[in-house]
């Protein structure tokens, strides 16, 4: 099947600081990516969805301007939370639909102290 | 939107059992459904999905069934074994490639 990469799985940033996670499609050109995020023993939530070469659409209740999304190729997709608290952390999750099939990244583990 | 709910939220059967998980979803306009297996820390892992032209799809072990009437499928899992654990998800996807997903179900296989 097809390959979605991200990067890093894991990541521990102090309170108030940002960080970039990046979702790769590596076999394939994906003009539509989704991120998601999963709180312990929840579901996944999909937060937005990145189009390249335009603004990413956000979910009801999803801050855009915390969670910065930039898709500026047809194979990388950038999710940059601002500013982290501690409650923003989770696991973030991309990923990318190829021939109808959603294929997911390893995703992120981001805690902030 | 879609709204999608998943029945049971956890599940415990004796090895060899079949395992049964339900979802509805609101969305008429949906047409794939795919479920995913989730193990903890690790993405989702599709294990099998259908479409909405099809009433019913089997896998060797595991079936999906599909009632668009009623809106909801359910997934099916035969002569279960312990690694088959896992937290399950199902999904509704609209007409933009959207996935909304279930809230999850913990099958616990006990040997």
């Known amino acids: 099947g097809a390959v979605v990469s991200q990067h890093p799985s894991r990541v521990i940033c102090k309170s108030g600081t940002s960080v970039k996670i990046e979702c790769r499609s590596l076999d394939f050109q994906a003009t539509t990516m989704f991120w998601y995020r999963q709180f312990p023993k929840q579901s996944l939530m999909l937060m937005a969805t990145?189009?390249?070469?335009?603004?990413?659409?956000?979910e009801q209740g999803v801050e855009k301007d915390k969670f910065l999304i930039n898709h500026a190729s047809l194979t990388l997709s950038t999710l940059t939370v601002t500013s982290a608290h501690p409650e923003d952390s989770s696991f973030y999750i991309c990923?990318?639909?190829?021939?109808?099939?959603?294929?997911f990244g390893q995703g992120t583990r981001l805690t902030v102290v | 939107g879609e709204n999608v709910e998943q029945h049971p939220s956890t599940l415990s059967v004796q090895e060899g059992d079949s395992a049964v998980i339900k979802c509805t979803y609101s969305d008429s306009a949906s047409n794939y459904f795919p479920w995913y297996k989730q193990e903890l820390g690790k993405r989702p892992q599709l294990i099998i999905d259908?479409?909405?032209?099809?009433g019913e799809k089997k896998d060797q072990r595991i079936a999906v069934t599909l009632n668009k009437t009623a809106k909801h499928f359910s997934l099916h899992i035969t002569e279960t074994q312990p690694e088959d654990s896992a937290v399950y998800f199902c999904a509704a996807e609209d007409s933009s490639y959207k996935l909304i997903f279930g809230s999850g179900t913990r099958l616990l296989v006990r040997p």
């Open positions: 990923s990318a639909t190829r021939v109808a099939e959603a294929f």
């Open positions: 990145s189009n390249e070469g335009s603004k990413a659409t956000y």
């Open positions: 259908i479409r909405s032209n099809v």
